[in-house]
Nanobody, 122 residues
Framework: QLQASGGGLVQTGGSLRLSCTAS????????MGWYRQAPGKQRESVATITSGTFESSDSVKGRFTISGDTASGSVSLGMNNLRPEDTAVYYC???????????????????WGQGTLVTVSS
């Protein structure tokens, strides 16, 4: 239900933009964001939007910008000044309520994109 795109190979200092769009039955997005997992490491949060509040990890502050559109169910991540340590598989993430009933009951559903590889060469 989440389709991500935009990964690729870029040199140090380059830029990429990741996009992700949700499809299916979604009443409300509580959280939209991006996570990443580098080889041999745990998945970590990169940037999120939670009910309009923006957060990003210290390692990407000033370089990455997250934007989201709840009306279209999409989230993007602009990445500038990329570094080799940014190399990872990037996953988009949504925490949603599928219906008004679920919203009133507080029943959240977590959705993950299929992952898109970002490789930064030195």
């Amino acid at each position: 239900q989440l389709q991500a795109s935009g990964g690729g190979l870029v040199q140090t200092g380059g830029s990429l933009r990741l996009s992700c769009t949700a499809s299916g039955l979604i009443f409300n997005q509580n959280i939209m964001g991006w996570y990443r997992q580098a080889p041999g490491k745990q998945r970590e949060s990169v940037a999120t939007i939670t009910s309009g509040t923006f957060e990003s990890s210290d390692s990407v502050k000033g370089r990455f910008t997250i934007s989201g559109d709840t009306a279209s169910g999409s989230v993007s991540l602009g990445m500038n000044n990329l570094r080799p340590e940014d190399t990872a598989v990037y996953y988009c993430y949504f925490q949603v309520f599928s219906s008004l009933y679920d919203y009133r009951k507080g029943r959240r559903k977590e959705l993950w994109g299929q992952g898109t590889l970002v490789t930064v060469s030195s």
